[in-house]
């Protein structure tokens, strides 16, 4: 059976809680205390975050509980921070853990080389410009 899920571009915050295991207020909170977190926000003023900003918030959560390092020692750590650097750090069976408690359908693209998510926006982008030609020829 075909697996017919989206990948998702983006996630609100509640997505996010349940993705990270961490509540709403401590994504707001940490927004304030790390000045990486910076999610867009929509039309209607609600925060929409990424893929990457999933991926350091995690890291963060890392450091803080895992590592117990201080927000302060934590921003410190964060003024190297890479997210390639940073995808190393995770074994595979934290990256498994931390994926288990969220939906995969929602969680395909996460941990996703960039490689491949260049790819598939190659693929869409042509997609789209065929479909265009199609329209107007």
Known sequence: MKDFSIKKLYY???????????????????????????????????????NKDIQLLLFIKKLLREERYTIEGAKQVLKTYSPEAEAGLFDKEEKTDEMRAADPAQT??????????????????????????????
């Open 108 to 137: 395909s693209l996460f941990f996703e080389p960039e490689g491949r998510l260049r790819e598939d926006l190659k693929e869409i982008q042509q997609f789209l410009l065929d479909l265009k030609e199609r329209i107007r020829g």
């Open 12 to 50: 609100s915050i509640s997505e996010v809680s349940k993705i990270t295991n961490l509540e709403q207020y401590v994504l707001r909170y940490w927004e304030s205390e790390f000045e990486q977190i910076k999610p867009a926000k929509n039309r209607a003023g609600n925060r929409i975050y990424t």
